[in-house]
């Protein structure tokens, strides 16, 4: 089944944290498909100061369940280290599952689609750049569904703070 991942990290060597979550995804049941640039993103709902993040999709295709994907991401957010503390607070590595096929779930354990996926920028522009002519489980193109346009690669992002 091909399903989509969005990895964030905002915590320590965010760029060290984001390749080792790569390498640790793949495995015999996980083929990865395609990967997006880095994105530097300002932190989004959050009121206190926070580190820039990094975020990052991948698209993969995997012989595992739902439930089995969550539960790799999650192994691999414990591996590196990812001190759970506040809700949407700073991280060394978040996986979130953001897509997988069409399944539609709403269990608290697992959301399917993640439930903020459409209003999330930093996981929009990057999903758009490897998925750009993906329908979205709720029948909407993403070609069609815009954030506020203020997501950028790393590279553009810090040429951006320098103008
Ligand atoms: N699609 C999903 N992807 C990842 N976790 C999910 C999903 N749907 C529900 N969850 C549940 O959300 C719980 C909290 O996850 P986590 O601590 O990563 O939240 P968060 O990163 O602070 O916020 P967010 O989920 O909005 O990114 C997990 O225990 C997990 O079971
Ligand atoms: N820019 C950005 N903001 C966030 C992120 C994230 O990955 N990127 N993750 C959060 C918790 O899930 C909360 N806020």
């Not at 993969?60 to 192994?75: A, F, G, I, K, N």
């Not at 591996?79 to 809700?87: C, S, T």
């Not at 002519?133 to 690669?153: C, D, Q, T, W």
Request: hydrophobic share 35%; glycine share 6%; aromatic share 10%.
């Amino acid at each position: 089944m091909r399903a989509f991942l969005g990895l964030g990290s905002n915590l320590g060597d965010r760029g060290y944290y984001l390749s080792e979550a790569l390498s640790a995804l793949k495995r015999p049941a996980i083929a990865i498909l395609s990967l997006s640039r880095i994105y530097e993103t300002e932190p989004w709902g959050v009121q206190e100061q926070q580190p820039l993040y990094w975020n990052q999709v991948v698209e993969v295709d995997t012989t595992l369940p739902p439930l089995d994907l969550l539960h790799v991401c999650q192994e691999i957010e414990q591996q590196f280290g990812r001190v759970r503390k506040e809700h949407w607070g700073s991280r060394t590595i978040d996986i979130d599952l953001l897509i997988y096929d069409n399944v539609v779930s709403d269990s608290k354990e697992l959301t399917l689609p993640h439930p903020y996926l459409e209003v999330r920028e930093f996981v929009l522009a990057p999903l758009r750049e490897i998925a750009p002519n993906l329908i979205l489980p709720s029948g909407r193109p993403i070609s069609k569904v815009f954030g506020e346009g203020k997501v950028f690669p790393k590279e553009q992002y810090s040429e951006l703070q320098q103008d």
